[in-house]
């Protein structure tokens, strides 16, 4: 587990391009953290670092929306079931199987389900003193930790923790 601190939304955008670099088809991206902690605006940079160029809405609603840039993306948030067999019906491990990637906002609710390899990210805030106006600006600190689970990244792992490393220091 890597964990660090991100200064701004600024940070938090850089961090979701440098990851980007490391992803491929069929791996699965699992964002935590409260509400608002950043895992849309974690999302969208990682979607549009990857080729995307339509606009990235929340998926809090439509729970799963399909975007097409260097790889097929789907982005998913499933904060709004508490069902698992709701989660199922998402059909996540096929589309894994089908070379997409899959990115999870509140993806510890499907940890265990959807297989054994996957990068989590999650952010925490740590700025009690920020004002709601510089919360909104993006000018809040959290703290991020990422960690990278399974078989499938054996062979990336030392280079991502490279890249977050050259720019993070990292605990
Ligand atoms: N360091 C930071 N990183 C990311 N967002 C930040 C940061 N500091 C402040 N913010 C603000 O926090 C909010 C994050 O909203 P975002 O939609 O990304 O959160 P979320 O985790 O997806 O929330 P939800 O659980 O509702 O889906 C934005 O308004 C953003 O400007
Ligand atoms: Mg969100």
């Known amino acids: 587990m890597l964990t660090f601190v991100l200064e701004d939304s600024k940070d938090t955008k850089l961090m979701a391009e440098t990851l980007s670099r490391h992803l491929t088809e ?34 809090t609603f439509v729970l799963i929306k399909s975007y097409q840039g260097k790889l097929t993306i789907d982005h998913a948030d499933i904060y709004r079931i508490d069902d698992l067999e ?7 491990p096929e589309l894994l199987e089908d070379g997409h990637l899959v990115v999870i906002e509140w993806g510890e609710k499907a940890l265990g389900m ?33 960690d990278i689970v399974g078989p499938r990244f054996r062979d990336r792992i030392a280079q991502m923790e490279a890249d977050i490393g050259r720019i993070w220091s990292v605990a």
């Open 26 to 59: 069929g791996d699965l991206v699992l964002l935590s953290g409260e509400l608002g902690a950043g895992k849309t605006t974690f999302a969208r940079s990682l979607l549009q670092s990857l080729g995307v160029r339509e606009t990235i809405t929340s998926p």
């Open 114 to 146: 959807l297989g054994s390899s996957y990068l989590q990210v999650s952010f925490e805030r740590i700025d009690g003193d920020v004002s709601v106006e510089e919360e909104i600006a993006g000018a809040a600190k959290r703290l991020a930790a990422i």
């Open 86 to 92: 709701e989660i199922e019906m998402l059909c996540i």
